[in-house]
């Protein structure tokens, strides 16, 4: 593809190759390095005079290096006469600090932040997927394309689940439920939400089944998983309520502080991932978990919004 050019940020670089190698493309040539007083530097090490960039910098790790320098990489390649910069965020940061949640709060919507932050570093275009909150978007006044995992989801159960015409679809909380019954339509089966009460973040009080998994398969989608407290609990539960077997999909597997150690001792007979957060490190710890590629999706998307082509296909299908 004439005119393109691919640059991977420090966050997920074997992500950042799949797309590549799947576009036919080299990675472009940068560097990035530290001074010793920690600012972040970014050489680009090639003309981008007239180009269309795509950037891949994932929000994960050290989540506050990497976007700062995505926003650097960005405004590198603005400045350096880019015609379009495109930033492929897989996994979008702060995602879930979206809203004010309590009356008279004074918590920020750090999310609104990160998307003025992006804009006036000097991004034209936004490619994610599976944002936390779909109205993400709307912080924008540039094009988002907010792709989703469900398609590669559906094509996982189908091949790795023998029994998945008989499984209910669990949402471990009513904000996932729009995405369960999506998933669950789409395979005509049924679908089950369990309420949870919190009293503090990252702490779940008491759980609700609402729904029957009696002698079937239970399969939790969730769009994250932290430090799984929500899954593991919500896996008790459902084994409890007479559940076969418990699977939990995620799109993006974050597993901070306690997670692997959770999912080892709970009842699932695999956790599946994508890999919007590399995952190399974890699985080594933890067999439970598995890896659906998704850098197809993105690569498709690249290629799709380059060639000024429509990536709504994208939405209901995996590119082959």
Excluded at 149 to 154: R, S
Excluded at 193 to 220: F, P, S, T, Y
Excluded at 221 to 242: E, F, N, P, W, Y
Aim: net charge neutral; hydrophobic share 40%; with cysteine.
């Amino acid at each position: 593809m004439p005119n393109i050019k691919i640059f991977s940020g420090s966050s997920h670089p074997d992500l950042s190759q799949k797309i590549a190698d799947r576009l036919g493309l080299e990675l472009g040539k940068v560097v990035t390095k530290k001074f010793s007083n920690q600012e972040t530097c970014v050489e680009i090490g090639e003309s981008v005079r007239g180009e269309d960039v795509y950037i891949v910098q994932s929000g994960c790790g050290e989540i506050n290096d990497n976007l700062m320098e995505l926003l650097i990489m960005i405004n590198a390649c603005k400045i350096a006469s880019a015609s379009r910069v495109t930033a492929v965020i897989p996994c979008f940061p702060y995602a879930r600090q979206d809203k004010k949640d309590k009356v008279g709060s004074r918590a920020p919507i750090s999310a609104k932040l990160v998307a003025n932050m992006l804009s006036v570093a000097g991004a034209d275009h936004i490619i994610t997927m599976d944002l936390h909150a779909s109205q993400i978007q709307g912080f924008f006044d540039i094009p988002v394309d907010n792709l989703y995992a469900e398609p590669a989801v559906l094509k996982w159960i189908k091949e790795n689940i023998n029994e998945w015409k008989n499984c209910t679809i669990v949402s471990p909380d009513a904000g996932g439920a729009k995405r369960v019954t999506s998933i669950a339509d789409r395979l005509n089966v049924d679908f089950a939400l369990i309420h949870k009460e919190r009293k503090k973040a990252n702490e779940v009080d008491r759980m609700v089944l609402v729904g029957d998994v009696k002698d079937r398969v239970a399969i939790l989608v969730d769009d994250m998983a932290d430090t799984c407290g929500t899954i593991c609990h919500a896996a008790d539960k459902l084994v409890s309520a007479g559940a076969t077997k418990v699977y939990a999909i995620l799109t993006h597997g974050i597993f901070s502080g306690p997670a692997i150690s959770r999912i080892n001792t709970a009842n699932f007979e695999a956790v599946v991932v994508t890999n919007t957060i590399p995952q190399e490190d974890k699985i080594k710890h933890c067999n439970k978990i598995q890896v659906i590629d998704i850098s197809m999706i993105l690569a498709e998307a690249i290629r799709r919004t380059h060639n000024g082509e429509s990536v709504s296909y994208l939405f209901s299908h995996v590119p082959l």
